[in-house]
């Protein structure tokens, strides 16, 4: 005989119909029509060798309960073709199963169907980042990631390593590993609701300039955190908006918030020019933004030049353009070993737009992006660097200011 233990990490049983709740057996025994009379048979308890269908009746037009996970316990009560009836003690309801699924087991005792029959689902949330499965035997197919701190209601027993769950937001059924969810309440209830209005429409592309998690709702708490963006990370705000509590976010994308203090918009310049030019913004945290005209269709963070080799400010114009090349700190009568020397190979993307020699270029040994750093030079990430080569040519205007 199977202990109670036992029984339970056997028997396990995915829901179909997207419901939250495991107890529903509405569902499993409603009628098809024109079926035809089951043969009688004796009962005897059997479970699923592999992950099978649960149907409706034994007909080719019954409805799909959806799969069942391999080693479910069902009591077979009635044969017709090639499918059995069967009784599932875990919700107490009846379906239809493929009669080559299922293997003959043994009758579980009293107490351990009885503990099959009184579980109720209970509130959990994943404690680390966890995987959503397909099912619970070494088969699944991995769904995707839950991250940590999400709400799940588990739906079964646990089954190997393995429970099933329903997110009580989308309603959508997963299997989880048992030791990434812990108990807890039930969620509270601004964890269901909508995401808020936007306050103000903004539609600006900026940057991160202190890391942070991305949230599903405007608000720093565990259960909505989700991603962590690093300095420089590229978004494009669509909206801001005000808490009660008189905290300011922007809105990113659909139900992504990041806090208003953690990005760098560009500012409105004090002057435009016709067709596509380059607004360079060096006040710290240094940003370049793409203009077509007075609308700014790119943003970056660079690094600037050091006390001693400043950026200079003003009105430029891409002189020259070079792919790649070595920077030699001998051209400008700095010695390469001296403490502001260098020599530099494979500098990429690099447009010079004064006649000293600052210029927008790939800066692949710095990484202070929005600080200082340079020769005077405004060095960027290689996508970023290679879209402002992509975007600019001889002649593009290059407006440097504070």
Request: with cysteine; charged share 20%.
């Amino acid at each position: 005989m199977y202990t109670e233990s036992e029984l339970m990490r056997k028997h396990l049983f995915r829901l179909a119909l997207g419901v939250m709740c495991v107890l529903s057996a509405v569902a499993l025994v409603a009628p098809v029509a024109a079926q035809q009379p089951p043969t009688t048979t004796a009962p005897y308890w059997a479970i699923a060798a592999a992950t099978t269908t649960l149907w409706s009746g034994p007909t080719s037009d019954a409805l799909n309960f959806g799969p069942a996970p391999a080693g479910l316990l069902l009591q077979v009560v009635a044969a017709s073709g090639s499918r059995v009836r069967v009784w599932n003690p875990l919700p107490d309801g009846l379906a239809w199963a493929d009669r080559a699924d299922l293997t003959p087991t043994e009758e579980p005792s009293a107490t351990e169907l009885a503990a099959l029959k009184n579980f109720q689902p209970w509130w959990a949330m994943t404690h680390v980042n966890a995987t959503a499965w397909s099912a619970s035997d070494s088969d699944a197919q991995a769904w995707g990631e839950i991250p940590q701190w999400r709400y799940l209601q588990v739906l079964s027993p646990v089954y190997g390593k393995r429970v099933l769950a329903v997110d009580p937001r989308s309603h959508s059924q997963l299997f989880v590993n048992a030791n990434t969810i812990g108990p807890v309440g039930p969620p509270p209830p601004e964890y269901f609701g909508d995401p808020p209005s936007d306050d103000e429409a903004i539609g600006l592309p900026g940057r991160i300039i202190q890391a942070t998690d991305w949230f599903e709702r405007p608000a720093r708490v565990d259960y909505f955190a989700s991603d962590r963006w690093e300095i420089n990370q590229p978004v494009q705000v669509e909206g801001e908006l005000n808490t009660s509590e008189g905290q300011q976010w922007y809105r990113v994308g659909d139900g992504q918030y990041v806090p208003a203090t953690t990005v760098r918009l560009p500012q409105p310049p004090d002057r435009t020019f016709p067709g596509r030019w380059i607004d360079a913004s060096i006040s710290e945290p240094v940003m370049l933004t793409a203009y077509d005209d007075d609308r700014p269709v790119f943003s970056a963070l660079a690094v600037k030049g050091r006390t001693t080799f400043e950026t200079p400010t003003g009105v430029f114009r891409i002189l020259r353009r070079v792919a790649n090349e070595t920077m030699d700190s001998l051209t400008l009568g700095i010695p390469r070993m001296s403490p502001d020397g260098y020599y530099l190979k494979d500098v990429l993307f690099t447009q010079y737009f004064s006649g000293d020699g600052a210029a927008l270029h790939y800066n692949y040994w710095r990484s202070n992006w929005g600080y200082t750093g340079s020769h005077g030079c405004l060095g960027m990430a290689y996508d970023d660097s290679l879209f402002f080569w992509e975007f600019a040519t001889v002649g593009t205007p290059v407006y440097v200011h504070d």
